[in-house]
């Protein structure tokens, strides 16, 4: 619902409430995010003081205490005596860096916005809040996209340059967000290759703390994604904001506690090596932010996250849809297989209850290792003969279905593609930077994405490709293309997120029953952005359980469950060594969206009975799994003797409750593990026995089995009575 009246703003979703006021100079204050509050003006709780070397602008005259410095901004602009973090940073064609954003007008429109050629969430309604530097000419459009139903809302931000002259974008930020309070503690999602989203939480302290990343994708290091809360906030009390950023290359979430103890938040494009320049009569658009805000802990805010990206950012066909399980020869096989091996796999997956064959890395053209071949989309028939046309008939006869790995991306110096169009990459001058081999591609041009989209395009049509695994396995590096004028280089990162999107919209026009999985090395590229286009991504290379626990615990805090990539692998670990059962791999493996990787045909009968057993309790329970509201019962990083989450069915009717024990350790302590989200009146039968009150099952818990041996499980299913 969105209210406006004499230049105040009120955006409220079903239990937040979101505000912003211009004041009488037209400046546009940010008055209040938070939990649902009644109507009213809540500029009341600014407070204008005169504060030293904070300086007034011109139309404030003697008034000491009007000062961009103090005051709680909604869209921060850099050089005009605001010295917190800005959002806008701009650079006038006098070269002087100064922005000065007034209030101009607004509109309401029905439905939420789009953004042409960036992913953006579906919502209810939309607000756009104009501003204006009349002297740089300059028109910024402040987008807020409201989804009633899941307390979020988004922002993006439109610049258009109404001006007779050129000026520069040195920075954009989606999202500006002032608080006015200065004791929040921020947490950021942090890792690296093999270890992705790893929870760190601190108090804000002076200065400013920030997660970015300027490796030309969101990184395996740290997660456009970041949660704001009370000191004390838990899973279930505690007032907490998420803020995502729906954007998959540089970003940089940066917040500052300023010296008044106040709190600014920004999110957006990382200004490391962005210079946007913006012709007369030129626009541009930010990615869009979102943001949550819950009053009662972690717990909510990730389930109204998760309801809004499975119900409002996921796209049909495969929004809500079930996933089929999938069989991925990597693991297995590495580069070194052909159609036999790959057939036989199959044969062995397809009697377990496995639905999709995936055929990874070293298809295509000369690819038997990773030296050589990327960029060359033709498939190898050495390895392959007849092609997809003989490969595929063959897994579906099986009754399965098909899908292959793709790296579009990326080239090898030993390809035809290379040897053709060596000035294709992305690459400075006089430089060269390998990463695993390879070079990057330069997608900001069209001609570059046409030939690469035109090899696929032709592979997908050879036979019924119903997947695709979308990979990228380097970070940017001596970044430069050749087809920008030097002055233009600033905006060469964006244009390739841009070119990115812009491959994968093709393949959604021309497959649109093809389901694309996101991957980078793993979890190097897992954001709001990238599910837009891929339903899901790869969570992890590292698919080792006990390490699985950590990295899908972090993720849980923005990302559902039907979006996370998970897999059972053969033991010992190929990453950790580390040798854990196959009962325990696949309940780790089936919060996910589930599958093997490994020959299925090197397992012992008794592997295959419980693979068995697992198959089809996922397909059992799938809706359970990918719908539920998910909780986290336990921190895997806090080393406890067990690591335990529950999904619970929105109707409450049925629960699944899923526990882990660590290392053994002699006399274990006999531990009660208490539920949540079940119905209090409710009954429920646990594993079919017995009849227990909801209130009981949540207040006293339900008693842990004793673990003998390392790494354990065990899976509790609830259901009403
Ligand atoms: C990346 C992916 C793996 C696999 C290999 C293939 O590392 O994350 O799952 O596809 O590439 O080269």
Redesign the pocket.
């Known amino acids: 619902m969105i209210h406006c009246e004499k230049g105040l703003f009120t955006l409220h979703t079903k239990h937040t409430t979101y505000q912003m006021k211009a004041d009488a100079h037209g400046v546009l204050l940010h008055t209040y995010y938070g939990p649902r509050v009644e109507d009213c003006d809540l500029s009341y709780r600014i407070r204008y003081v005169d504060r030293g070397f904070s300086p007034v602008p011109e139309e404030a005259g003697k008034d000491r205490t009007f000062s961009l410095d103090v005051l709680p901004q909604e869209y921060s602009a850099a050089g005009m005596g605001d010295f917190r973090l800005p959002a806008l940073d701009l650079e006038l064609p006098n070269g002087s860096r100064t922005a000065d954003l007034r209030f101009k007008s607004f509109r309401v429109e029905p439905g939420k916005y789009t953004l042409e050629g960036l992913p953006a969430f579906r919502g209810d309604e939309t607000l756009v809040v104009i501003l204006e530097d009349a002297a740089a000419g300059v028109e910024v459009e402040l987008y807020y996209g409201v989804l009633e139903d899941c307390d979020v809302i988004t922002r993006a931000v439109r610049l258009h340059n109404q001006g007779g002259q050129t000026v520069k974008i040195r920075q954009a930020a989606s999202l500006c967000l002032d608080f006015q309070r200065g004791d929040l503690d921020l947490i950021t999602f942090d890792g690296k290759h093999i270890q992705e989203r790893s929870p760190n939480r601190g108090p804000l302290l002076p200065g400013v703390r920030s997660a970015e990343s300027v490796r030309g994708s969101s990184s395996h290091q740290h997660n456009p994604f970041v949660i704001l809360c009370d000191h004390d906030a838990g899973e279930d009390h505690g007032l907490c904001y998420g803020a995502m950023l729906l954007y998959s290359g540089n970003f940089q979430a940066a917040a500052e506690r300023s010296q008044f103890e106040n709190i600014r938040l920004t999110l957006g494009i990382h200004p490391w090596h962005f210079c946007w320049t913006l012709a007369p009569g030129e626009h541009f658009t930010t990615p869009e932010a979102a943001l949550c805000c819950s009053k009662q802990g972690f717990s909510l805010l990730s389930h109204q996250l998760h309801r809004a990206i499975r119900e409002r950012l996921l796209r049909d066909p495969w929004a809500g849809q079930p996933r089929p399980i999938l069989i991925?020869n990597?693991e297995a096989t590495m580069f070194d297989f052909d159609a036999e091996r790959l057939v036989n796999i199959a044969k062995s997956a397809a009697s377990l209850g496995m639905e999709l064959f995936v055929m990874?890395?070293?298809w295509f053209g000369k690819r038997s290792s990773?030296l050589a071949g990327l960029g060359d989309w033709a498939v190898n028939e050495e390895k392959l003969p007849g092609g997809l046309e003989a490969l595929v008939p063959r897994i579906q006869a099986l009754g399965m279905k098909f899908g292959l790995?793709i790296?579009p991306e990326m080239v090898n110096e030993d390809s035809e593609l290379y040897r053709a169009h060596p000035d294709w990459v992305l690459q400075a001058p006089g430089r060269m930077v390998r990463s695993r081999q390879q070079l990057a591609l330069d997608f900001s041009r069209k001609e570059v994405r046409n030939h690469i989209y035109d090899a696929l395009k032709a592979v997908f049509s050879s036979a019924e490709i119903s997947y695709v695994?979308w990979?990228v396995?380097r970070s940017l590096a001596a970044v430069w293309s050749a087809a920008l004028l030097p002055d233009r280089q600033g905006e060469v990162y964006h244009r390739y997120v841009l070119g990115l999107y812009d491959m994968l919209e093709w393949m959604h026009r021309d497959f649109p029953h093809m389901l694309i999985e996101g991957?980078?090395?793993?979890g190097g590229r897992f954001d709001a952005g990238m599910l837009y286009y891929t339903p899901q991504i790869?969570c992890s290379?590292n698919t080792d359980a006990m390490d699985r626990l950590r990295i899908q615990y972090g993720t849980s805090f923005c990302y559902p469950v039907c979006t996370m990539g998970a897999h059972v692998s053969a033991v010992p670990n190929a990453q950790t060594g580390r040798s854990v059962s196959m009962q325990t791999r696949g309940v780790v493996a089936m919060h996910g969206t589930f599958g093997y990787e490994m020959d299925p045909a090197q397992i012992t009968p008794e592997e295959r009975e419980i693979i068995l057993r697992q198959t089809a309790f996922f397909k059992e329970h799938q809706a359970l799994l990918h719908q539920g509201d998910y909780y986290r019962l336990s921190d895997p990083f806090q080393n406890g003797p067990y690591t335990a989450w529950e999904l619970v069915s929105p109707d409450q009717r049925e629960a699944l409750v899923s526990v882990v024990s660590g290392p053994i350790q002699g006399g274990p302590p006999c531990r009660s593990l208490r539920l949540k989200g079940l119905n209090p009146d409710f009954y429920y039968q646990v594993n079919g026995q017995g009849r227990y009150p909801g209130s009981a099952l949540m207040e006293a818990g339900w008693p842990l089995p004793l673990p003998w041996g390392d790494y354990q499980s065990w899976q509790f299913y609830l259901t009403a009575l």
């Open positions: 991925n990597w990874d890395d070293g990773d790995w790296e695994k990979d396995n991957c980078s090395g793993g790869w290379d």
